[in-house]
């Protein structure tokens, strides 16, 4: 208001003369502390406001109006679902050349494997068990992201997921709490620079937001966004972990998740933002609802706008993201005593403090810097792309070892994913322009001398259902089917196949078969490819199927029809480039699952580390009364940790240092592991532990250490592990984290299923 008496000659100058600059000697809490007392009861508000313009990519069906009005009156903190240098400098112009305080707007994307440059999607990451390329991966998507104007990115997605039905596996590390909590590290680390926000000002890194608090992997029945119910012994033990080490690493904000927590919605969950979050955990950054989380529950059931958003406040919840119930209802609920000005200033300074802490006061363009627009699909991120794909790669099967491909062989490239570039990006690659990934074929081709030795068909249409198909194709085209029959495809196949010496089929999901809104209650493959992989099988020839997923499959009948298989997920922009490198060995496969894979869907939730029951079924063989199913083994397909690779490797029974431990002390457990094939390669060697007795029922096997080997053909290492007591605590029946005396089993193998073990005592 008080900009329109100002002549407009002088609006730059005056502007210029009320800049909320950081004086000399200010502490953060000081100058924090001076503006919020310039800022009126509206503008404080409007900082827990985050909008999405209408334009954008959504998630939900609201998108906010008025934007620029908005912005103007100092009622927006921050935006997403803006993109380009461009764009984002016009808004943050508006914000801090037009808003009364001139107070710098956050810029928040999901940047989830990569930014234009798609990196492998989030599950076959953490297939590499690869910390430092993980956080390389966050450190390159920061680097290109603040190239192109964002400060803010909603990752690492560090959910728990058990339930392959659940399309959002595909954005997360997987089952395991020990491996998902390394991963969550790295990822924050990777973003902001460092562990804690002492790099976050560099203008080259990026503020982690780590969701989706909490729980929000374990939906009831694999269907997104679903109610959870869940005991606390197996949040704290199983589901929270992950997101504490994302705070403890210092993850600068935590956004809520859909589902609800004990009955109560998480975006209005008091217990679990503020007694587990900020009391417990020390959690000093914002927490922001994700899309709509805040309104939504009205449709849980919980009140109107007014009390919903009073209630998210009261919570601890700081920003709202797009529902806007807080800059429309707070100060109403203030008048009448509903939520107190405290609350308010609470969240409104762990907003600013953020902005403080990227640098915005200081310098509100720092990250929309024209000449660092070539950073973004530069070569060194490409190489890298090239890189983590070949490093999450999982080889499932090598008979004959027909892999790697030799030089001179012709190849039938087929399937419908074989010559694809809108899926290689993968799920949640909003930002990443599929013409620019490298399809399977291409990558072929780029090889020399391999062009003229492979002959493509399609095969097949990733499906033959267009209902299933236009539920895919709402971003754009996954899904194309094909104008010739499904007969035809085949045909042309067959031919190409019967010239060939190999057969490489590429097929799997199309990329929006999982993420957001993409669960399935059957985890098939599509039955088009069902049946082009049976007629390939039957040629006789050698078949290699190059496997595109977004979480675990049913591939039972696959794996066994196949010659080989090798899971690529979807890996990114260059795809296409690492698979054919894979397949020629230049880079010998060293992947390995971090999640099961089911037999059937009727095994879900699978996951290794169960507890035993009173009747345990004693392997797979069946027992009347005892825990098992009449018709599948209890077993997964292929279990936690499992990856071939083009060598073989051989274990050492493990031994221990001492057969016993105390409190302050520690011991090792150590095996020997040589290469015994004829490939220079990479082992991920895997520390399990059992806990014998203890006062709560413990799992049969947790993962508690592992290291990825490298070893030369016919080389041998000792791999050496360090057990202390604090890797034996858990969460006891009264949520206390502690160890229980007693004995441990110790195993070291090449995945879950490794059953020598050596005990020790914990005196
Ligand atoms: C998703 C979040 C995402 C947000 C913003 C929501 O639908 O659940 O993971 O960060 O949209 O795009």
Redesign the pocket.
Known sequence: MRLILIPKFLFFIVLVATTPCIAQKQTKAQFIGSLMAKMTLQEKLGQLNLI?PGDAS???TVVSTDVEGKIKRGLVGGM??IAGLEKIKKVQELAVRESRLRIPMLF???IIHGYKTAFPIPLALSASWDLAMIEKSAQMAALEATADGLNWT??P?VDIARDPRWG?VA?GAGEDPFLGSAIAKAMVVGYQGGAGNANLSTGKSLLS?V??FAL?GAPEGGRDYNTVDMSRHKMYNDYFPPYKAAVDAGAGSV?T??NDVDGVPASGNKWLLTSVLRNQWGFKGFVVS??TSVTEMINHGIGDTAAVSALSLNAGLDMD?VSEGFLNTLQKSLQSGKVSMAAIDAACKRILEAKYDLGLFEDPFKYLKQERSSEVLSADKRAFAKEAAMRSFVLLKNDNQVLPLKQGQKIALIGPLANDRSNMPGT?S?NADAKQAVAVLEGFHNRPGIGSKVMYAKGANLSDDPVFAAKINVFGEKISIDTRTPQALLAEALAVAAASDVIVAVVGEASEMSG?AASRSSLDIPESQQKLIEALSKTGKPLVLVLMNGRPLTIAKELNAATAVLDVWHAGTEAGNAVASVLYGDYNPAGKLTMSFPRNVGQIPIYYSVRNTGRPNGGDVFGKYKSNYLDVENSPLLPFGYGLSYTSFSYTKPVLSANSLTANASLTASITLTNTGNYDGEEVVQLYIKDDVASITRPLKELKGFQKVFLKKGESKTVIFTIDEKLLRFYNADLKHTSEKGSFQVYIGTNALVENSVSFQLK
């Open positions: 999405i959504v998630t939900g997403f679902g928040g994307s999901d909603f990752s997605m959002r954005e937001c969701k989706h929000y956004m998740s859909f994700d899309y993201m949640w909003i957001e």
